[in-house]
């Protein structure tokens, strides 16, 4: 809290009245967890899902460790794109000497956290060798600088366009003048190791008064060049600069839009979302815009702390899968030989109906963003999967992490279908059904996108494995040419969870062979449990087991498995997890085999730093693990599920300091929307699939919550979830009352019930009730 509203609190209560509430927005801090952080984690200055992500980079090279790390003492630009696999634009006001061509290190300023502010949707800071104080905004695809300089002659705004950024270097670059305040140009960024094509960004860069003077530099043999005098510099590693003089202290403001699309686009969006100059008006209508999402789920009691975890999660499960289509709705498609512009369809208006999105995968969003947006924010679920099933009907496969309007390839499997199928069987059918069925399809078959592993390009594809999965039911441990991410068991577990979620699509639609055929497929995980052993366990191309063989190992994923371990990947069945408890030995081995593992994991807090997931028992770092403490409820001990939920959600996702909150990877709001659910008491094993969804209930943290349903989607206004008895130590859940009758027999409500509005009373306490939840035998 700040000095003003203690002031203000001690006013009021001084004055016998309430202190003001926050609003949700006010608890969202985005610094939190930011010491170690990825380059799509952290931006300030944005708007929900917004195509400019606008925040100042302290670290400029790579992915990992890059953007806004709170722990470097040096701001080096302020960059408007940080998303999966695209980065851009970066800019930086200077005084004194022009530097520009020498590079970030050469103008990278100092900078302080004390003169820091940092909220939802705006950024200040005070760069401390020039005395500039910059302030940042933005609209969904317009960034607002402000720039307060001291009194010189000499006051630069630098835009290094053409210089590499993050990961990726810029194969071509322009920077023009086209007009007396106003510049233009575009960045060309190369091809990455996940992103196989470039993929340019346009842009317009528009400033409040005239500038005095314009010049830039390229390239050349003997190095980079000063040129003034010109109205255009360009290439790679090009960039230029405008400059002001102020016989007084002055400010200058800059709107900067972007277009993955043309130069004009970027006019477009530029003159359709930020006409004028009011920057103290734009900051408003940003926290506006995000309280109003924000304030979809409204939670009061728990603590202060809990509150402001509990919002940045929110904020963050909003934040990172970003725009990639502009103000009238026209994107580019980079799927084929050539880049080709594409419109969404558009309403009789001649309104986008949606937005096209470009993000990181879905590798584990059944677990958190599916669950979430099904019932929060159902719109954008919708509008996700018909983003996603665009590249089937543009590309022939539906995407899974698309960047640069094109395929990446990450990780493994067709992690598109649990978010479709979650979203057609709980209503949600805004998209092109018929195409997101056969794209489904195709990809569980060669020649789909699981043939793929590992940001795998190239013709004749070998490291997903599907002939052998098709074949025998199963992949072998190591299955094509060596690369990332060929693990066969992981591959095998996945792609029968996937054939699950394909077969309940199939059942929804009324194609009766199809959810036989996959219905028989889901149960292929099967093949790999050893009951020998007790685990899953990988088999070699000609079916013997591996060996030798461990439930854990040391480094970043043991033989046979995803950035994880059988230990983890043996609870990988969330289509049987009742025919896993038996597999295991029935209820009791299952809850003491579980058990013990946890135990085993609570003293590194269940997580594992980012890198060894292979040698924990259990990972709440990464996705593979973010299930575990909900199996209790299956093998009939949901009061276990109640403890080890809330040790995780407070141990490993509890922390507000720039060192503590995320573990590491929140890979663009997944880790922030399993806290939500977390602290909500609500979560889905089976990732929200199946034909009658519902939601598994655990011991929520707060007195009242309540989510406002969108009436598109929901029968209901209103669902809201009390509980008494929250007080610290209690835990367990008592009883649970569903619109004032008695929930027993069954640890779940149904999405139905939910969408049907009402109340949820959980009452809790400090020990057990082990009768509660258990289905009658």
């Given at each position: 809290m700040n000095v003003r509203n203690v002031l203000l609190c001690a006013l009021l209560a001084a004055a016998g009245l309430p202190a003001a509430e926050k609003r949700p927005v006010e608890y969202v801090d985005p610094r939190i967890d930011t010491h170690q952080t990825r380059w799509i984690f952290f931006a300030s200055a944005s708007r929900p899902f917004g195509m400019v992500a606008l925040s100042p980079d302290t670290k400029l090279e790579g992915d990992w460790g890059a953007g806004y790390i709170y722990v470097e003492p040096y701001i080096r630009a302020f960059s408007h794109i940080h998303d999966w696999q695209l980065a851009g634009v970066p800019v930086m006001p200077i005084v004194g000497r022009m530097n520009g061509h020498e590079g970030y290190e050469a103008y990278k300023a100092p900078f302080s956290h004390e003169k820091e502010t940092v909220r939802a949707g705006y950024h200040k800071v005070v760069l401390d060798n020039s005395g500039i104080t910059a302030e940042l905004t933005s609209t969904r695809r317009v960034g607002f600088h402000r720039y307060s300089f001291p009194a010189t002659e000499d006051a630069y705004v630098l835009l290094d366009t053409g210089a590499p950024i993050a990961m990726t270097k810029m194969a071509d670059a322009t920077l023009r003048r086209t007009g007396p305040q106003q510049l233009s140009g575009f960045s060309k960024m190369a091809p990455t190791q996940r992103r196989e094509k470039p993929c340019t960004v346009y842009f317009v860069a528009e400033f409040d008064q005239p500038f005095t003077e314009f010049g830039g530099w390229e390239k050349g043999a003997a190095g980079k060049a000063v040129k003034q005098g010109v109205d255009q510099v360009s290439g790679a590693d090009s960039g230029g600069y405008v400059r002001f003089r102020f016989a007084q202290p002055g400010q200058v403001r800059m709107k900067v839009a972007i277009s993955y699309v043309s130069e004009e686009n970027a006019r477009l969006n530029l003159q359709s979302e930020l006409p004028g100059w009011d920057f103290d008006a734009t900051v408003k209508a940003s926290a506006g815009e995000w309280n109003e999402w924000l304030g979809k789920i409204q939670v009061s009691g728990g603590t202060e702390q809990q509150r402001v975890k509990f919002y940045t999660d929110l904020w963050h499960a909003l934040l990172g899968r970003r725009t990639f289509s502009d103000v009238d709705g026209r994107y580019i498609d980079n799927t084929g030989a050539e880049p080709r512009v594409r419109q969404v369809p558009l309403d009789a208006q001649g309104q986008p109906t949606r937005p096209t999105f470009n993000s990181d995968g879905f590798w584990g969003s059944h677990w958190n963003l599916n669950v979430l947006w099904s019932f929060a924010y159902p719109r954008i679920m919708g509008q996700q999967v018909a983003s996603l099933v665009d590249y089937y009907n543009n590309g022939g496969l539906i995407a899974r992490g698309p960047a640069g309007g094109n395929y990446t390839y990450v990780m493994i499997g067709d992690q598109a279908v649990p978010l479709i199928v979650a979203a057609y069987n709980k209503g949600i059918r805004d998209f092109d059904v018929e195409?997101?069925?056969?794209?489904?399809?195709?990809?569980?078959?060669?020649?789909?996108?699981?043939?793929?592993?590992?940001?795998?390009?190239?013709?004749?594809?070998?490291?997903?494995?599907?002939?052998?999965?098709?074949?025998?039911?199963?992949?072998?441990?190591?299955?094509?040419?060596?690369?990332?991410?060929?693990?066969?068991?992981?591959?095998?577990?996945?792609?029968?969870?996937?054939?699950?979620?394909?077969?309940?699509?199939?059942?929804?639609?009324?194609?009766?062979?199809?959810?036989?055929?996959?219905?028989?497929?889901?149960?292929?995980?099967?093949?790999l449990y050893d009951p020998s052993v007790g685990w899953i366990r990988p088999r070699n191309p000609d079916g013997s087991w591996l060996t030798p063989f461990t439930p854990t190992c040391q480094g970043a994923a043991c033989p046979g498995f995803v950035e994880s371990n059988s230990a983890i990947y043996t609870y990988f069945v969330p289509q049987d997890i009742p025919g896993l408890v038996q597999a295991i030995g029935g209820p009791q081995k299952f809850i003491d085999k579980l058990n013990h593992q946890f135990e085993l994991a609570a003293p590194k807090r269940y997580v594992t730093p980012h890198g060894t997931h292979a040698q924990e028992w259990v990972d709440y770092e990464n996705q593979p693990s973010c299930h575990m403490a909900h199996l209790f409820t299956y093998a009939g001990a949901p009061w276990l599920t109640q403890y080890w939920v809330r040790r995780v959600k407070e141990e490993s996702y509890g922390g507000i300091t720039p060192f503590a909150g995320y573990n590491g990877d929140e890979d663009q709001g997944q880790m922030g929307a399993l806290g939500v659910l977390m602290a909500m008491g609500l979560f889905d094993v089976t990732g929200g699939a199946g034909t009658e969804p519902r939601y598994e209930l655990t011991s929520p943290i707060f007195d009242r919550i309540d989510v406002t349903l969108d009436p598109r989607y929901a029968k209901g206004k209103t669902f809201t979830i009390t509980t008494r008895n929250n007080e610290s130590g209690n835990v367990y859940i008592q009883s649970v009352k569903l619109n004032g009758k008695a929930l027993t027999g069954r640890f779940w409500i149904t999405h139905q019930e939910l969408t049907a509005g009402g109340t949820l009373e959980v009452t809790l306490g400090p020990q057990p009730n082990k009768q509660w939840g258990v289905p009658a035998r």
């Open positions: 195409a997101a069925y056969a794209g489904s399809r195709k990809n569980a078959f060669p020649g789909g996108i699981r043939d793929r592993a590992g940001y795998e390009f190239g013709p004749n594809p070998t490291g997903g494995g599907m002939p052998f999965y098709v074949e025998r039911g199963w992949i072998p441990a190591t299955p094509g040419t060596r690369g990332m991410h060929r693990a066969g068991a992981a591959q095998t577990l996945e792609y029968a969870y996937e054939d699950w979620c394909l077969a309940q699509f199939a059942k929804a639609l009324g194609k009766k062979d199809d959810y036989a055929l996959f219905s028989r497929r889901a149960e292929n995980w099967k093949n």
